[in-house]
């Protein structure tokens, strides 16, 4: 066990400090929503949770500011960033083109194996009800339906943006119809893929890509209107809370 007050786990343990690692670490930890938004981050409790130096950690921190993950804050460490309206609007626009662009690459390269390892992903999705798994099923379906494009460095970004876009993805905890719609839409693009009709699988793709980041952007204008500024201190046991019972839908 690491000395520290954090409560995601240290993948450095036994292992050489890396600054890749730590970054991949912290990411994970934010969208997974250990570390929420505005929340301080203090290199020398990272150190200590992570067992090494400040140097490693500050080459982490540097990265993910670069990414936008935090905000770097001169002489007072760094800040998880806020969750904004606008750049939810901007990953999901961004989304769409890019995995519009994809999907259109991948179709005529599908191949019926490849068509049943997506609807394989698919249907563990539809059962699956833990929070985070079914992030990560959403996310492989998706991949899977891009994979043949042959087109290693755009799959890259479209996964980049699934990282980004997944934190905000639970503020839906609490509207678990979007859940089936989600997986129906998903089943209607795997059908118009396996009869050959690329743009009709396009024109289910593109809406129902724009459509979730505007839910989402509407989702939190109200989730912000409703609360009190930012703190960065979070009630103990809130986000538990707030998860239980709820099933997340995704794009």
Same mark, same amino acid.
Do not use: C
């Given at each position: 066990m690491s000395n520290s007050s954090y409560r995601f786990d240290n993948p450095l343990l036994?292992?050489?400090?890396?600054?890749?690692?730590?970054?991949?670490?912290?990411?994970? +930890?934010?969208?997974?929503?250990?570390?929420?938004?505005g929340e301080?981050? !203090?290199?020398?409790?990272?150190?200590?949770?992570? +067992?090494?130096?400040?140097?490693?950690?500050?080459?982490?921190?540097?990265?993910?500011? &670069?990414?936008?993950?935090?905000?770097?804050?001169?002489?007072?460490?760094?800040?998880?960033?806020?969750?904004?309206?606008?750049?939810?609007?901007?990953?999901?626009?961004?989304?769409?083109?890019?995995?519009?662009?994809?999907?259109r690459l991948a179709a005529p390269r599908h191949t019926p194996q490849s068509l049943k390892q997506a609807a394989a992903v698919l249907s563990v999705s539809r059962s699956e009800r833990? !929070?985070?798994?079914? +992030?990560? !099923?959403?996310?492989?379906?998706?991949?899977?339906?891009?994979?043949?494009?042959?087109?290693?460095?755009?799959?890259?970004?479209i996964d980049s943006l699934h990282s980004q876009g997944e934190r905000y993805l639970r503020l839906k905890l609490?509207?678990?119809?979007?859940?089936?719609? &989600?997986d129906d839409e998903h089943e209607a693009i795997l059908k118009a893929l396996r009869a050959g009709k690329i743009e009709r699988a396009v024109q289910i793709l593109q809406p129902h890509m724009l459509r979730t980041g505007e839910l989402l952007? &509407?989702?939190?204008?109200? !989730?912000?209107?409703?609360?009190p500024a930012a703190s960065g201190k979070r009630k103990p046991g809130s986000r538990q809370a707030h998860n239980r019972g709820a099933t997340r839908g995704a794009a």
């Open positions: 036994g292992r050489q400090s890396s600054p890749e690692v730590i970054a991949e670490s912290l990411r994970q +930890a934010i969208i997974d929503g250990q570390l929420g938004p301080s981050l !203090h290199q020398e409790n990272l150190a200590k949770h992570y +067992a090494v130096s400040r140097i490693p950690v500050r080459e982490a921190l540097r990265q993910l500011g &670069s990414e936008g993950w935090i905000v770097l804050q001169r002489n007072r460490g760094a800040r998880v960033s806020p969750l904004s309206v606008e750049e939810v609007r901007e990953i999901y626009e961004i989304r769409t083109s890019l995995e519009v662009t994809a999907l833990d !929070h985070s798994l079914y +992030a990560q !099923h959403n996310r492989e379906f998706h991949l899977a339906l891009y994979a043949p494009a042959g087109r290693p460095r755009l799959v890259a970004m609490d509207m678990p119809a979007y859940k089936h719609q &989600s952007a &509407s989702y939190l204008t109200r !989730h912000l209107a409703g609360r």
